[in-house]
C-alpha cells in the first residue's frame, strides 16, 4: 500500500485535478477551454508516461533509469542538466505552492490579513524544514506517513468535490463544451487556451516518476 501512497502522492493527482479547475484556467480558456485541454493533457501525458516506461525497462536499478534520457541523447550532458534542473524546479515548486496555500487559507480566514510576497517566501521556507526533519529523521516512518497522507489524499479529493457539484451553479452543456474565453486579453482565444493548459500540465508533470 504504502507504493501505491507514494505513486499518488508524487503524482499529486487527485488535489490536482480539482486544483486544475482553477480560476486561472476559466479566465484563459474559459469553460470549454478547461475541459478540453484537461483532455489533450491526459492522452499527451499517457503517450509520455508510455515512452518512459519503455526507456526505464532498459535497466534493472533506479539509479540507471535516472541517467537513461542522457545516455540515449546525443547530448547527454546537455540533457542531464536540464533534467536535473527540471527534477529540483518541480521540488521546488511543490514545496512554494504549499507555503502560498497557507496564505491562500490566511486570506480566506481573516479578509484584513493582506499576503506579502515576502511572508510567502516564509512559509515556503518552513515547509521545506519541515520535509527535511521528515526526511532526515522520520526516515523510517515515512511508508506510515505516505499512507496517512494517501487516505487524505481521498478523503480532501472527494470533500472538495461532493460540495463544488451539489452547490455550485448549474449551465447548459452547450455552454459548458463550446464556450472558449479570452478573459487575458491573449492575441487570440487559441492562445488564451494554450496559456490555460499550463495549469493541467502541472497537474500531471509527476515531480519524481521517473524514479
Not at 2 to 8: D, E, G, H, K
Not at 85 to 111: D, E, H, K, N, R
Not at 122 to 136: E, R
Not at 178 to 195: K, Q, Y
Request: negative net charge.
Amino acid at each position: 500500500m504504502s507504493t501505491w501512497a507514494w505513486l499518488i502522492n508524487q503524482l499529486g493527482a487527485l488535489p490536482d485535478i480539482v486544483d486544475s479547475a482553477s480560476t486561472f484556467r476559466l479566465v484563459d480558456g474559459g469553460l470549454a477551454g478547461m475541459i478540453w485541454t484537461y483532455i489533450v493533457t491526459v492522452v499527451g501525458f499517457v503517450a509520455v508516461v508510455a515512452s518512459m516506461v519503455d526507456m526505464a525497462s532498459m535497466w534493472g536499478t533506479n539509479i540507471r533509469r535516472l541517467i537513461s534520457l542522457g545516455e540515449l541523447s546525443k547530448i547527454p550532458e546537455l540533457n542531464c542538466l536540464l533534467s536535473a534542473s527540471g527534477w529540483q524546479s518541480g521540488t521546488a515548486s511543490s514545496l512554494y505552492l504549499a507555503g502560498t496555500m497557507i496564505q491562500g487559507i490566511l486570506v480566506f480566514s481573516y479578509p484584513e490579513y493582506t499576503p506579502t510576497r515576502w511572508q510567502g517566501t516564509l512559509f515556503t521556507i518552513a515547509i521545506v524544514l519541515i520535509a527535511a526533519f521528515f526526511n532526515t529523521y522520520g526516515a523510517s516512518q515515512l511508508p506510515t506517513l505516505e499512507d496517512i497522507i494517501l487516505v487524505l489524499h481521498i478523503f480532501d479529493f472527494f470533500a472538495i468535490l461532493i460540495p463544488l457539484w451539489v452547490l455550485s451553479p448549474r449551465t447548459s452543456a452547450t455552454e459548458v463544451f463550446t464556450s472558449f474565453s479570452n478573459g487575458g486579453g491573449w492575441l487570440s482565444t487559441g492562445t488564451a487556451v494554450i496559456i490555460g493548459q499550463v495549469v493541467p500540465i502541472f497537474a500531471f508533470v509527476g515531480r519524481n516518476l521517473d524514479a
